[in-house]
């Protein structure tokens, strides 16, 4: 172990992290709800759909997405991240075709994994305003990495 805290691992609760994931997880599904109030051709059925639907992307883009990064990298690097949406889109398309109550199309198929991103990148960085030590750690880490 080291002396400076800075390079151990922050010890935090299991009840931290399955909070935040559920804060995210209800952000996500505030946002599919919203989305599809503005007719941007999104159509979300009810509450319950939306909670099935985020979790599957989330589950869907935990298993998946490293993967559809590897293959489809080039096309992300050509469209400067905008690929990125772009798949995103289609992976919510996927699951529309598989669960009723669900249908996207139309600019939405880029809007809505727009908004998706803004949200999620607003919780997590509200979530972690005060984890400057995980920064530090990871800076120290490569520093050291480099000696």
Known sequence: MSDNPLLEAEKKPWT???????????????????????????????????????????????????????????????????????LNGVLIWVISEFIPGIAIGGPALILTPLAMTLINTTLSSLLTMDQDAGFYRTVLRNKIKEY
């Open 16 to 86: 931290f992290w399955v909070g935040r994931t559920l804060i995210l997880w209800i952000g996500g599904v505030l946002g599919f709800m919203l989305l599809s109030q503005l007719q941007i051709g999104l159509y979300v059925e009810d509450w319950e759909v939306a909670v099935i639907v985020v979790a599957l992307l989330g589950i869907l883009n935990a298993l998946f997405w490293p993967i559809l990064v590897r293959i489809f990298l080039p096309f992300m690097i050509i469209t400067v991240g905008v690929g990125t949406l772009i």
